[in-house]
Nanobody, 121 residues
Framework: QVQLAESGGGLVQPGESLRLSCAAS????????MAWYRQAPGKGRMLVAD???????VYADSVKGRFTISRDNAKNTVYLQMDSLRPEDTAVYYC???????????????WGQGTQVTVSS
C-alpha cells in the first residue's frame, strides 16, 4: 500500500502565505515525480507545479513567481510554498506521486485525499 498524506491547508487573507506538505509512505522503491494539483469549485483538476527526480520544475502560469515547489527525497516529501495568495487560488489542493512500489513494478500514479485552501478577506 502507498499513502500520500497532505497537510497545511487553511483559511488565509489575500496576500498571505501557506505551506503545504505531502509525505508518501508505504511500500515505495523509487519516486519518479511529485506534483501538486488543485481543483476549484465547478472546475477541473489542474496542475499547479511538478518536480521530477531529475528534470526541470514546471509551474502553471498563474502561480509562477508566487509558488515554490520543493522535495525532500530522504523523507519522500514534497512541499508547496504559496506566497502572495489570491482569492482565485482557493481550491482543494491534491498531492500526486508517480512511483514504483518495487524495482519490478511499472510506474504508477498515486493521489492524496486533498487539502482545502481558502483565500478570502
Amino acid at each position: 500500500q502507498v499513502q500520500l498524506a497532505e497537510s497545511g491547508g487553511g483559511l488565509v487573507q489575500p496576500g498571505e502565505s501557506l505551506r503545504l506538505s505531502c509525505a508518501a509512505s508505504g511500500s515505495i522503491f523509487s519516486i519518479n515525480a511529485m506534483a501538486w494539483y488543485r481543483q476549484a469549485p465547478g472546475k477541473g483538476r489542474m496542475l499547479v507545479a511538478d518536480i521530477p527526480s531529475g528534470g526541470n520544475i514546471v509551474y502553471a502560469d498563474s502561480v509562477k513567481g508566487r509558488f515554490t515547489i520543493s522535495r525532500d527525497n530522504a523523507k519522500n516529501t514534497v512541499y508547496l510554498q504559496m506566497d502572495s495568495l489570491r482569492p482565485e487560488d482557493t481550491a482543494v489542493y491534491y498531492c500526486n506521486a508517480v512511483l514504483r512500489r518495487t524495482r519490478y513494478d511499472p510506474l504508477n500514479s498515486y493521489w492524496g485525499q486533498g487539502t482545502q485552501v481558502t483565500v478570502s478577506s
